[in-house]
């Protein structure tokens, strides 16, 4: 039945079209059969009175029918279904051209109006209009559903950058924090085993102590396997050690340990082994690679013209607050550096001493006895860290 005019549907008209055709086939074949059986009679005489014709035509005639209804069935909805996936695909391909022709118009409207669409989402996604027919109601429709995606999508994204930017800003925050603080650890070894003087390797080399041999006046350390040729700061006192440091090393008295290069007791110098990157201290990584240096080494010492040459003969660590140790009973000129280790941090002092071995020092005097002004209770160390600066900053120190 048509469900639109209640009369039959085309499917019901074309089967009971098949049927009639089926029948009017049948009637054709029974009287075929008919006219076969009249001209057998005269052929036959009796003996075809007395066979059953009738049954004989009834089996012929329903193989025919059942034949012939099954080749039209066949042929007939063969036809049929291919015609209707045909006109499916083709209805198909429409629709979706259709389509695309409206996402392509829809598209170029979102590129025209998106300005004006950016400004007034909030607005104009909850208007309505009143359709002027199905198409352009269906075209709207869509551009609405592409702009309130478009938008939800956006302030989405919006949402999550904002919720994201604290944190990276308080991650920023928190690395420059830790690399203004401990940037030292990294850099000072990596400078242990680069040239921290001017010159290059190759023009700094050990020198025979026993060639006496004429120096500039300008007092100077020179340690070949370090590459190290450095100005030195004399007789600087305790409050002055750390500007002195910033222009090389600085050579300070304690009562027991303030002699100057010659004299009988232990010269005491003293340098900075790490600083902040960003500093502009030359001389912040000179004594970096003091561990690198073993007993035999030699160290030499430019003063009043004279060189003096020492051999390393120890090395130990000490608390910053064993000033004591570079107090030593001796019959001899030594030699002591100090810097902080480990690298990069200023938990503990290194402490390096050398003897000296040139020139003689037969008949060389004694250190005289000193007692400085300001006594110190802990040894020089390297230059405050990031929060160190700060707090001495606001402490006054």
């Not at 500039?216 to 340690?223: D, F, K, N, Q, W």
């Not at 232990?266 to 970096?288: E, L, M, Q």
């Not at 002591?336 to 690298?343: A, E, G, H, K, Q």
């Amino acid at each position: 039945m048509d469900s639109k005019d209640g009369g039959q549907s085309s499917s019901d008209l074309q089967r009971q079209a098949a049927a009639a055709i089926a029948r009017r086939k049948v009637l054709a074949a029974y009287a075929d059969a008919a006219k076969k059986a009249a001209s057998n009679s005269d052929n036959n005489g009796s003996r075809l009175k007395d066979e059953p014709i009738t049954s004989k035509i009834n089996s012929e005639s329903w193989k025919k029918y059942h034949s012939a209804w099954q080749n039209y069935y066949q042929k007939y909805y063969s036809d049929y279904y291919s015609k209707a996936a045909q006109d499916y695909i083709a209805k198909e391909r429409l629709k979706d051209a259709r389509e695309k022709a409206e996402e392509e118009e829809i598209l170029s409207s979102l590129t025209r109006s998106s300005a004006k669409v950016e400004g007034k989402t909030g607005l104009s996604l909850g208007t309505e209009t009143t359709p002027e027919d199905d198409g352009t109601d269906s075209i709207k429709d869509k551009l609405r559903r592409k702009i309130r995606k478009q938008a939800t999508e956006s302030a989405k994204k919006t949402h999550r950058k904002r919720h994201l930017m604290p944190i990276i800003a308080g991650a920023v925050v928190v690395l420059l924090i830790l690399f203004l603080q401990y940037n030292r650890l990294i850099f000072a070894p990596i400078m242990a085993y680069v040239s921290p003087g001017n010159a290059p390797a190759s023009e700094i080399e050990a020198i025979d102590p026993t060639i006496t041999q004429a120096v500039s006046a300008e007092p100077r350390l020179i340690i070949p396997k370090l590459n190290v040729d450095v100005p030195i700061h004399f007789g600087i006192s305790l409050s002055e050690v750390m500007p002195a440091m910033n222009n090389g090393v600085a050579h300070y008295r304690i009562a027991g340990a303030s002699a100057y290069p010659g004299e009988i007791g232990n010269v005491v110098i003293t340098g900075h082994s790490a600083g902040d990157i960003y500093s502009s201290n030359p001389y912040k990584y000179i004594f970096s690679g003091l561990e690198r240096l073993e007993d035999g080494d030699l160290m030499y010492i430019n003063y009043n013209s004279v060189r003096y040459t020492y051999r390393v003969i120890k090395k130990e660590v000490v608390e910053p607050s064993n000033v004591a140790a570079l107090v030593v009973n001796t019959d001899k000129p030594l030699l002591t550096l100090v810097t902080c280790t480990p690298l990069g941090t200023s938990r503990y002092r290194l402490l390096v001493t050398g003897e000296q071995i040139s020139p003689s020092y037969e008949g060389a005097e004694e250190a005289e006895q000193y007692t400085p002004s300001d006594q110190t209770e802990a040894l020089p160390s390297n230059e405050p860290s990031f929060f160190e600066g700060i707090w001495n900053f606001l402490t006054g120190n």
